[in-house]
């Protein structure tokens, strides 16, 4: 494609890194412009630690997008699957959960009785329900809605089956249906935890990140920084360029600026940052039309996670 019908992208986040990678294959000529010096946004090392997301899971989404690359995702990282999900104390009270939910059954019946046990493998079949349901009508969906959920569920006969994901009720709530131990309650209510909500008032739609742990929690080799590099190398292996160390001034028209004062023509630009910045005129007035400014009390959730190094007692991590 000629230099004078590029795409630029800002951003060289998961979002950026699989757009470039996709545009390229199909022929694009891409740019990708992206402040740090590296990959990744939020995946990212710190003195060779992962210092964002440490495991995969839904490899089928990475799978799929190589795949539409011409390429082979296993080829592309070496992977290998987590046989201990998560290791939980309180106090001396140990608690692991695997990979094999028999495995982590048992375990639970030892930690909290039989009753917790069976508690355990009857949440797993809700999660699994709930994730059915939403996977082709709404994770799967390009612009996903409310509206387009329900209709996108009646087209296929699937509303009973979408009454089942429990938008209403709270993630707490229905946690006590399941398991009467308040620790084990805690325990799964970190699907709540993990978007920085909290578990009395999200939905508990979230409990369907139960069934996708159990579908698979893979280890990246070199940890996910990897994944970000894999991304990069594909979408340079078909044509994309990448400008690391470098911010956008402003967007306009039919270019970007760069805070050098570098001019890069293009036709369609594609950012991979926060949408608010676009709307409160961070990237100049012309981008200000892609956007609508949020309200902070309406922005989406997020967490903050604190990454250390330390020796550990007592406690085998």
């Not at 022929?27 to 995946?43: F, L, M, N, S």
């Not at 090392?45 to 899971?57: H, N, Q, R, S």
């Not at 508990?204 to 698979?216: C, W």
Request: net charge positive; with cysteine; aromatic share 8%.
């Amino acid at each position: 494609m000629p230099q004078d019908n590029r795409i630029v992208i800002v951003g060289a986040g998961v979002g950026g890194l699989v757009a470039a990678l996709l545009l390229a294959a199909r022929g694009c000529a891409v740019t990708v412009i992206e402040r740090a010096a590296q990959p990744g946004g939020k995946i990212r090392t710190i003195e060779g630690a992962d210092a964002g997301p440490t495991v995969l899971t839904m490899l089928w989404v990475f799978e799929e997008i190589f795949a539409e690359a011409g390429l082979d995702f296993a080829s592309a990282l070496k992977l290998a699957p987590a046989e201990i999900l998560a290791r939980h104390a309180w106090g001396q009270d140990r608690l692991d959960l695997f990979a094999d939910p028999a495995r982590s059954a048992d375990a639970i019946g030892v930690f909290a009785g039989a009753g917790a046990a069976r508690g355990f493998i009857a949440f797993l079949a809700e999660a699994k329900a709930v994730y059915d349901a939403l996977e082709r009508s709404f994770m799967r969906a390009e612009r996903p809605t409310q509206l387009s959920l329900v209709a996108n569920a009646a087209a296929r006969g699937e509303l009973g089956q979408l009454m089942r994901i429990r938008p209403f009720a709270s993630l707490w709530s229905t946690l006590g249906r399941f398991f009467p131990d308040p620790r084990l309650r805690q325990l799964f209510g970190r699907y709540a935890t993990y978007s920085g909500n909290s578990p009395f008032e999200a939905p508990a739609t979230l409990m369907l990140i139960a069934h996708v742990e159990q579908s698979g929690v893979w280890l990246v080799e070199g940890g996910l920084a990897a994944l970000a590099t894999a991304l990069e190398t594909a979408a340079r292996a078909h044509g994309a360029v990448f400008r690391y160390g470098e911010t956008v001034a402003e967007i306009h028209a039919r270019a970007v600026t760069l805070a050098s004062g570098v001019r890069i023509v293009a036709v369609c630009f594609i950012a991979n940052a926060d949408p608010n910045a676009l709307a409160t005129g961070r990237f100049g007035r012309f981008a200000t039309r892609a956007a609508t400014p949020t309200r902070p009390a309406d922005r989406s959730l997020s967490a903050i996670t604190l990454t250390g190094r330390a020796a550990a007692h007592g406690f085998p991590l």
